[in-house]
């Protein structure tokens, strides 16, 4: 179960207005000092960020992928611990009950229920 990576549509128009602005002049200045250095060094931060948090997934993907294999690993191991116990003291034994079973003596036999006659 992969986790959808981020990609970001302001970043795709702020590449393309970037390559506009640079068209016009590489090393323009606009008033309020907006320029196309700036504008670079915006766009790479937000590239970066989002790079970082597109790895993050991708470990936390890894992690959940060991976490379900190492669930599996002891729940098998929790069956073979219950079988083995059952093997030497017995289904409706103490000890079996102790370790999680249900001793057979304590189980509920299903009852049938009667059909009521509609007259």
């Given amino acids: 179960m992969a986790r959808k990576k981020r990609s970001s ?5 702020a590449y393309h207005r970037l390559k506009g602005l640079q068209s016009i002049d590489e090393k323009i200045v606009l008033d309020g000092g ?10 790479e931060e937000l590239r970066q960020k989002i790079d970082a948090y597109n790895r993050t997934l991708s470990a936390v993907d890894d992690l959940y992928v060991q976490i379900a294999v190492a669930e599996r690993s002891v729940a098998e191991y929790s069956e073979k611990v219950l079988v083995g116990v059952a093997a030497r003291f017995g289904k409706d034994s103490s000890e079996y009950n102790m370790t999680g079973g249900v001793r057979k003596s304590d189980r509920k036999r299903p009852s049938r229920k009667r059909a009521i006659a509609i007259s």
């Fill in 9 to 13: 549509r302001t970043l795709d128009s």
């Fill in 34 to 43: 907006v320029s196309a250095q700036g504008y670079i060094k915006t766009i």
